[in-house]
């Protein structure tokens, strides 16, 4: 199973984007793993907020390939324990599901379209998270998952 994670606008912090770099490293022992990050809108915010995700939106539609089924990281999404989702990751995997594409929005969420058609909604947190931040949240916990499904002595 190819997993692909869609996300939304370059994370600035360098410890960020060393966090990012490590777990990735890290689960293509286990998966093929594509990360794809789109542009974040780059108009002033002020009142055009569903525009800017409209257009996130459509950028994160275009790189979503036929038949993928699709995570959406989104607050109002299931929570799930890290073993729950590594039986998700595992169900999904064992479905003969050829790719899992986690999508994450930029720093105002995702477009409606996107979760109406979301195989499934998972929340990372009920707090708010950077979007940068909510990346390597993702990615620490695919790895987990994996290393969970595996007994390896990651998960404490």
Same mark, same amino acid.
């Given at each position: ?8 606008? !370059? ?7 060393? $966090? ?21 809108? !780059? ?13 996130? $939106? ?17 607050? $109002? ?78 998960? !404490?």
């Amino acid at each position: 199973m190819r997993l692909t994670i869609v996300s939304v606008g !370059k994370a600035s912090e360098p410890f960020i984007q060393e $966090g990012c770099a490590v777990y990735a490293d890290r689960i293509r022992r286990y998966a093929a793993l594509n990360l794809i990050v789109v542009p974040e809108e !780059k108009i002033s915010s002020r009142g055009k907020q569903e525009y800017i995700v409209q257009q996130e $939106g459509r950028r994160i539609q275009q790189k979503l390939r036929p038949g993928v089924f699709a995570v959406v990281v989104d607050e $109002g999404g299931k929570s799930l324990s890290s073993q729950a989702f590594a039986r998700s990751l595992e169900t999904w995997s064992c479905s003969g599901l050829k790719e899992v594409a986690f999508i994450l929005g930029g720093p105002y969420g995702l477009a409606e379209s996107l979760k109406e058609k979301a195989d499934f909604r998972l929340s990372l947190s009920s707090m708010t998270l950077t979007h940068g931040l909510a990346r390597m949240l993702l990615l620490e916990q695919i790895y987990r998952a994996f290393t969970l499904l595996r007994g390896m002595p990651y998960h !404490k």
